[in-house]
């Protein structure tokens, strides 16, 4: 059992919207492909990743270092001890071999991009959902329902209150409980005008979390949070700069609600600096960790032991990125949800055709491997990588 070949593909994930930091007009994605030599059902395992939006496809990396390092590897070397499936982490070690500790950079969006890929070509090959591996794996009961909720509420160019209000509308009718909005790149003034117009929208219907992208110093996140706490939001979501531990613990003491933060943090040791440092609260707080983002499955489950050592659970971690993948840690290691884009990052994020919102939650269908299969443009553009 061995992998042949590892593809790239960069691709373009545009998108005329943006937030308190940047804006989406040349956001790309890299679409790996990890072909293997096991044949399943008469076919060819191939497993598939890619990215989550927000930093740029990593081809350069990918191509320069890690899909060598797999493919050079001894292949015996890149299997389990039963020798029936590709061990996803030996080819983590293999992958991470002469790699530096510390400045995790953009490697670790690389290294997790691949990440996804091989578990999901371990999971075709076991010929089960990941889900129901993980849990499995874990000893413990995979429940298939996950929440979601729908992220957007971007200021796009030229929109008034009017669009914002539709748009949360349209997520609302869709079935979601949760919607949320950017925050920080207007005045105070103008986002306390936009946040008013969404709660009169969604009433009683649902509820709002806000977004700030890491825009804010400790005297704006101040002002904010005592505007916001007017409020019963969701989540106050990424206020300082995600390395800026300490503004994130001075927020405790003017802000009582729910925060959250993480999806900038990629590694452990930046997920146990957080919980050490960042004051954040076990009981009401949000963690936010993406591990197509932060060198994948087989780190994310360290960051979940981190977690466990540091007294939280893994319910309070409902991931960035809106992808099939954190659905599946979600539903098989028993996360709090997942973030969707109902309308946006097509037709990376979202769900399998026929998977419907009801009442804030998905149904896991029963698809082997991470279940692209069963979402049929997104399939449709892997197939065209592996052919
Ligand atoms: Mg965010």
């Given at each position: 059992m061995r992998i042949v070949d590892i593809r790239e593909n960069t691709k373009s994930i545009s998108s005329p919207i943006r937030n308190a930091y940047i804006d989406f007009s040349r956001m790309t994605a890299s679409l790996v492909a990890v072909v293997t030599d096991v044949d399943r059902d008469g076919r060819r395992v191939v497993g598939y990743g890619f990215n989550s939006n927000g930093r740029y496809g990593q081809g350069g990396l990918i191509r320069e270092r890690f899909r060598s390092r797999i493919l050079e590897a001894d292949p015996e070397s890149l299997v389990n001890d039963a020798g029936d499936n590709l061990d996803p982490h030996r080819i983590w070690d293999a992958m991470m071999k002469n790699e530096k500790p510390g400045g995790h950079g953009e490697r670790s969006v690389a290294v997790g991009t691949l990440d996804m890929a091989i578990w999901d070509a371990v999971a075709k090959i076991a010929g089960k959902p990941l889900f129901r591996l993980l849990a499995e794996m874990k000893g413990v009961e995979a429940d298939p329902r996950v929440f979601v909720y729908a992220a957007g509420g971007y200021y796009y160019p030229g929109r008034d209150n009017t669009a914002l209000r539709r748009e949360m509308r349209g997520y609302v009718d869709r079935g979601y409980t949760v919607v949320k909005m950017k925050i920080g790149g207007a005045s105070i003034d103008e986002d306390r005008r936009r946040i008013e117009a969404v709660l009169e929208e969604i009433g009683s219907e649902a509820q709002l979390a806000v977004d700030a992208n890491g825009r804010f110093d400790l005297e704006t996140a101040i002002a904010y949070a005592k505007m916001l706490r007017n409020y019963s939001l969701f989540w106050y979501e990424e206020i300082g700069d995600p390395l800026d531990y300490q503004l994130q613990a001075a927020m405790a003491e003017f802000y009582p609600g729910p925060m959250a933060t993480g999806e900038n943090l990629f590694s452990h040791q930046d997920a146990r600096n957080l919980l050490r440092y960042g004051?954040?609260?076990?009981?009401r707080d949000w963690l936010q960790f993406d591990c197509a983002l932060s060198y994948g499955l087989v780190e994310y489950l360290r960051t979940l032991d981190v977690l466990e050592q540091s007294g939280?659970?893994?319910?309070?971690c409902i991931p960035h990125g809106g992808h099939q993948m954190s659905l599946n840690i979600a539903a098989g290691l028993g996360l709090g949800g997942n973030e969707s884009y109902p309308d946006l990052f097509q037709p990376y994020g979202g769900f399998p055709d026929g998977v419907k919102v009801d009442n804030g939650h998905i149904t896991m269908p029963d698809?082997?491997?991470?279940?692209?299969?069963?979402k049929s443009d997104l399939i449709s553009v892997m197939h065209d990588l592996a052919a």
């Open positions: 004051g954040m609260r076990p009981d939280w659970s893994p319910s309070r698809l082997p491997g991470i279940g692209f299969e069963g």
